[in-house]
């Protein structure tokens, strides 16, 4: 059972559109990440935000903390070729849970020229 | 990169035989998980380890076993592979600043089981 559930599971758009994915659950993190990974390499870390509300931008991603800290999204401004990859969000549960994270399922973005 | 390699990183082997993974970082982190990636699952946690011969399991912890005798060391070891155990393995380290954890990841061993 997945604690994060990310939607969509695929988005293919074309270069310069914008897109959002979605990162949902039911329970509160004491942090969520956001990681990107490209075929035969392992997730790298986007970003890390941790208080309700915050709203993090990195270039043309914007990434945001629910209120609540039980959801997040991820926006991408004018996407261009190079944003292709397995967007992943993963949650801290608690600040003594020895460093593990629950990840989400991934969404699937493909941006073509 | 966080200093974490692993090995192999592509292996093919028969079901029923025994298989190790390591994973080896480089900058005396505590904390090291394994994972193991299947398309619509993300990401599911194997086992992980909080110190030198301290392990726990992760929600996906039946028919593998781990062993951390050196800081700088994770194995992973399938004791009789199975064909559901066919995966991509990714090992990771964690990094805590303040109350943030963040994970660093290998870059995966690709196990195929016939």
């Known amino acids: 059972t997945q604690l994060l559930e990310q939607s969509p599971q695929f988005l293919s758009i074309q270069e310069g559109e914008n897109l959002t994915v979605y990162c949902n659950s039911s329970?509160?993190?004491?942090?969520l990440q956001w990681y990107r990974q490209e075929p035969g390499e392992g997730p790298v870390l986007l970003v890390t935000?941790?208080?309700?509300?915050e709203v993090k931008k990195l270039k043309r991603l914007t990434f945001q903390f629910g209120d609540a800290r039980k959801d997040s999204s991820l926006h991408i401004t004018a996407a261009q070729t190079g944003d292709t990859g397995l967007y992943l969000c993963?949650?801290?549960?608690?600040?003594?849970?020895?460093?593990?994270?629950?990840f989400g399922a991934g969404t699937q973005v493909v941006v073509t020229p | 990169d966080a200093g974490i390699t692993q090995s192999p990183r592509h292996k093919v082997t028969e079901t029923g035989t025994p298989v190790t993974l390591r994973c080896h970082q480089t900058?005396?982190?505590?904390?090291m998980y394994w994972y193991r990636q299947d398309p619509g699952h993300g990401l599911r946690l194997i086992h992980y380890?909080?110190?030198?011969?301290?392990?726990d399991k992760g929600e996906v912890s039946d028919g593998y076993s781990v062993s951390r005798s050196k800081t700088e060391d994770f194995l992973l070891t399938l004791e009789s592979a199975t064909s559901s155990q066919t995966s991509v393995y990714f090992c990771a380290i964690s990094v805590q600043r303040g109350y943030t954890d963040t994970q660093y990841f290998g870059p995966g061993t690709r196990l195929t089981v016939l």
């Open positions: 329970s509160v993190f004491s942090s």
């Open positions: 380890s909080y110190g030198v011969k301290d392990t």
């Open positions: 900058e005396n982190h505590r904390y």
């Open positions: 993963a949650g801290a549960v608690a600040a003594d849970s020895w460093g593990k994270l629950q």
């Open positions: 935000v941790v208080t309700g509300g």
